[in-house]
């Protein structure tokens, strides 16, 4: 068994400088850091963490974020007065979209 470190971005693999083709990917897909493991002539890739999951994480927790110091801001649940609270929503909401587009 040999393992490689290797990337793939925009959907191709690349480990040590070159492309390698027809490789299996175990992961959500995106782009990532991972590994290729090469055991009994067949070869695989294997993202170290999934970008799609941290993302998607990332934007929850802004999204919280947000929608807390709004409500904050507006003593404990009174009319939000931030003149940027709903662009901020909208913002995070275009940037889920667009994450949910690509998971399909």
């Known amino acids: 068994m040999k393992i490689f470190e290797a990337k793939r971005t925009a ?3 690349t480990a040590d400088g070159g492309a390698v ?3 299996p990917v175990l992961g959500e897909g995106g782009d990532s850091e991972g590994v290729i493991v090469i ?3 067949e070869l695989v890739y294997i993202p170290k963490r999934s970008p799609d999951l941290s993302t998607t994480l990332q934007l929850l927790s ?3 974020s947000t ?3 709004g409500i904050f801001q507006a003593n404990m649940g009174g009319d939000i007065t ?3 609270f709903a662009q ?3 913002d995070i909401k275009k940037q889920v979209d667009e ?3 690509k998971l399909k």
């Open 11 to 13: 959907g191709v693999i």
């Open 21 to 23: 083709i027809d490789c």
């Open 62 to 64: 802004t999204t919280l």
């Open 88 to 90: 901020e929503l909208a």
């Open 99 to 101: 994450l949910r587009g």
């Open 67 to 69: 929608i807390a110091s």
């Open 82 to 84: 931030s003149p940027t």
């Open 39 to 41: 055991a009994e002539n």
